[in-house]
C-alpha cells in the first residue's frame, strides 16, 4: 500500500539556516505529493504541492521537487525564521481520489 | 470563506460520558475525513465520507466510535463509552473534485478524558 516516511525529528535550528526535511514515499501510479504545516494550537494547513514528476512546489520559501526516480519530495528552505517553528507533514494521494497518506511529521525549532 | 468549522474546541469529560463532536465543512465540498492526533500514534484518519457516504471507516478504532453525515453541511463524531487512552486532538477536513486533493483541515477539538 501507499506510505510516506519522513526524517525523524525533532530538527533544531538557527535562525538562517538552511533547512532540509526528506521525505520518501512509496505508491503505485503517479501520486499527487504535498507539504502540510501545523502551528502550535491549529490544524494543518497546505504549504505547498506538486502533481507531476518533476514539478516543483514553492510557498513561503519553502520548496520541495517532485522526484519520481528517488521517490522523494524533500522540502528545503534557505534561511529558516522563528515563525517557521512547527511540525512539518508530508503526504501523498491519488490511488484513493480525495483521500491522503501522511508521513508521521517532523517537529521543526528554529531559535533566535 | 469561514473555512472548516469545527465544535467545541475543548472538551473535558468523565471516563464512561458520551462525547459528540461537531463538523462544518466548507460549502461545496464534498468529501470530509475525521482525524485523531496524538503524540505516541501522530495522525490517524478514522474515516471519511463522499457525497455524505462512508466510504472507508478501517481506521475507526472500536464500536465505540461512530460517525455520520446527515447532510452536506454537518457531521459528527461521537465517542460512547469515552475512555482515558481516547484523549487526543480531533480533526475534520474538507476537500472536493476541484482542489485537486488538496485538503482543509478545521482547528480541531482538544479531547481529555478523565
Known amino acids: 500500500g501507499d506510505s510516506v516516511t519522513q526524517m525523524e525529528g525533532p530538527v533544531t535550528l538557527s535562525e538562517e539556516a538552511f533547512l532540509t526535511i526528506n521525505c520518501t514515499y512509496t505508491a503505485t501510479g503517479y501520486p499527487s505529493l504535498f507539504w502540510y504545516v501545523q502551528y502550535p494550537g491549529e490544524g494543518l494547513q497546505l504549504l505547498l504541492k506538486?502533481?507531476?514528476?518533476?514539478d516543483k512546489g514553492s510557498n513561503k520559501g519553502f520548496e520541495a521537487t517532485y522526484r519520481k526516480e528517488t521517490t522523494s519530495f524533500h522540502l528545503e528552505k534557505g534561511s529558516v525564521q522563528v515563525s517557521d517553528s512547527a511540525v512539518y507533514f508530508c503526504?501523498?494521494?491519488?490511488?484513493?481520489?480525495?483521500?491522503?497518506?501522511f508521513g508521521q511529521g517532523t517537529i521543526l525549532t528554529v531559535h533566535p | 470563506d469561514a473555512g472548516v468549522i469545527q465544535s467545541p474546541r475543548h472538551e473535558v469529560t468523565e471516563m464512561g460520558q458520551e462525547v459528540t463532536l461537531r463538523c462544518k465543512p466548507i460549502s461545496g465540498h464534498d468529501y470530509l475525513f475525521w482525524y485523531r492526533q496524538t503524540m505516541m500514534r501522530g495522525l490517524e484518519l478514522l474515516i471519511y465520507f463522499n457525497n455524505n457516504v462512508p466510504i472507508d471507516d478501517s481506521g475507526m478504532p472500536e464500536d465505540r466510535f461512530s460517525a455520520k453525515m446527515p447532510n452536506a453541511s454537518f457531521s459528527t463524531l461521537k465517542i460512547q463509552p469515552s475512555e482515558p487512552r481516547d484523549s487526543a486532538v480531533y480533526f475534520c477536513a474538507s476537500t472536493s473534485g476541484l482542489s485537486q486533493e488538496t485538503q482543509y483541515f478545521g482547528p480541531g477539538t482538544r479531547l481529555l478524558v478523565l
Open positions: 506538486a502533481t507531476k514528476a518533476d
Open positions: 503526504a501523498l494521494g491519488g490511488t484513493s481520489y480525495g483521500k491522503l497518506t
